[in-house]
Structure formats: structure tokens, C-alpha cells
């Protein structure tokens, strides 16, 4: 089965989001089905319905948490030796040649893509321009617009 790149907080985060689901939400939601429960007919009773939608919702996303977690390889940048190549997982400050603006994106995986947040998905066209280059070096994206050139002002590890 293949594995699928995620960093460290990546990782961390769904760690934290399964916990959450596990120690807090699935609890709550038992107690909700019992307290409903002892409202008597279940045919017609909403609470109950909902509380079991509620924990279908719940289950489910954790075995997708699950999933996730166990076909992933965690990748720590920070261990990583800094050969000013971008890679999985570094940070990257980029200037628009042509407009001048400088922004920063961190590669990460799919699932924890976040262009709002600078965290870009190691499979989007500006993520797959720049793996593999080098600070210094112009990469030339092609977006809806045209061509858009930037060139890679630094690399980190964080």
C-alpha cells in the first residue's frame, strides 16, 4: 500500500483531533443515545436520531483519522540535513519576478493543505515547480492566467 508523505504537525494535529473525537466526543454522544433512549418510543424520537447520526458522523471520521495515520509517512524537515533544496515538508519564500511579492508556503501533504494558512499541497503546479529547486533559481508556473516566473529566495527547515 503507498504511503503517503504528512509532516510532523500534520501528524500531530490528527493525532490530537482522534483524541478528541475518542475521549470527549463518543462519550458525549453514548450519553446522549442513553438519555434519549430513556425518553421512551424510538420511533419518534429526535434525540435519539440525531444522536445516532451525530455518532455515525463521529465513528467514521475516525477510522479516516485511523487511515490516514496509519498509511502515512511522517516526514520531520527539521531532521533533515539543509542543502537549500526545496523538499517535502521545508518552507519556502518565493518572490513574484514580475509584481514583487513575496510570499512563504510550507509543502505539505494533501490533507493538510491550507493555502490561507501558507501551507500548500506538495501536489499543487507551484509545489511540484519547486521540488527539487534551489535557492536562487527561477521557476516558471503555470496558472489560469499565464506563466507566472518566481524565483526562490530561501529555503527552511522548520
Not at 462519550?27 to 451525530?54: C, F, S, V
Not at 521557476?139 to 527552511?156: D, F, N
Amino acid at each position: 500500500m503507498t504511503k503517503f508523505p504528512m509532516t510532523v504537525q500534520g501528524a500531530r494535529a490528527l493525532e490530537e483531533e482522534l483524541k478528541h473525537l475518542k475521549t470527549v466526543l463518543r462519550p458525549q454522544i453514548t450519553q446522549a443515545i442513553a438519555e434519549a433512549r430513556e425518553l421512551g418510543d424510538l420511533k419518534e424520537n429526535a434525540e435519539y436520531h440525531a444522536a445516532r447520526e451525530q455518532q455515525g458522523m463521529v465513528e467514521a471520521r475516525i477510522r479516516d483519522i485511523e487511515g490516514r495515520l496509519q498509511n502515512a509517512q511522517v516526514i520531520d524537515v527539521s531532521a533533515i540535513a539543509h542543502t537549500g533544496k526545496v523538499i517535502f515538508g521545508t518552507t519556502v519564500d518565493i518572490v513574484n519576478v514580475e509584481t514583487d511579492e513575496q510570499v512563504s508556503y510550507q509543502i505539505v501533504g494533501d490533507d493538510e493543505a491550507d493555502i490561507k494558512l501558507g501551507k500548500l499541497s506538495v501536489s499543487s503546479p507551484i509545489a511540484r515547480a519547486l521540488i527539487g529547486k534551489e535557492e536562487g533559481d527561477a521557476v516558471a508556473v503555470k496558472t489560469p492566467s499565464g506563466l507566472v516566473e518566481y524565483e526562490i529566495v530561501q529555503v527552511r527547515h522548520v
